[in-house]
């Protein structure tokens, strides 16, 4: 069990794929950090038309974590660069990050080594896929309430 473990993103459309990032991180952490990407960092997602705003995604959040009654470990702050708290705060022990993701865990970590301090250990959890074998993610979900 790790005393801080972060995880971060976009959390558009909350789907299975970030549910299962969640409990992940939340098995494993004492404290978790979420990370919430802000608009800003949002501008060239495809199909922000319907991205859902920073509050409707972070009470869905909350609303999910508080379903498996974690709310008290977990603090869920504004994500404004691609990196957030871990390379800003030396106590961080791990990061789960999806396949996808995992490029970014490598560099918050080269990040964290240029200053100084101990690399995260990485928990990568595997893409989920829906009942057609298809990857499920928040593009796909924007591309489907498009048609």
Known sequence: MFNLTGCGGTFDHLHE??????????????????????????????????????????????????????LEKVEIVELHDPYGPPIHQEEFEALVVSQETYPNGLKINEIREKKGYKPLILVVIPMIKNEFSQQISSTSIREALLK
Do not use: W
Not at 27 to 54: A, M, P, Q, R
């Open 17 to 70: 794929g970030h549910k299962f990032l969640i409990k992940v991180a939340l098995s494993i952490s004492k404290k978790l950090i979420i990370g919430l990407t802000t608009e800003k960092l949002l501008k060239n997602k495809k199909h922000v038309e319907i991205l859902e705003d920073y509050a409707i995604r972070e009470k869905n959040l909350r609303d999910y974590i508080s379903s498996l009654s974690a």
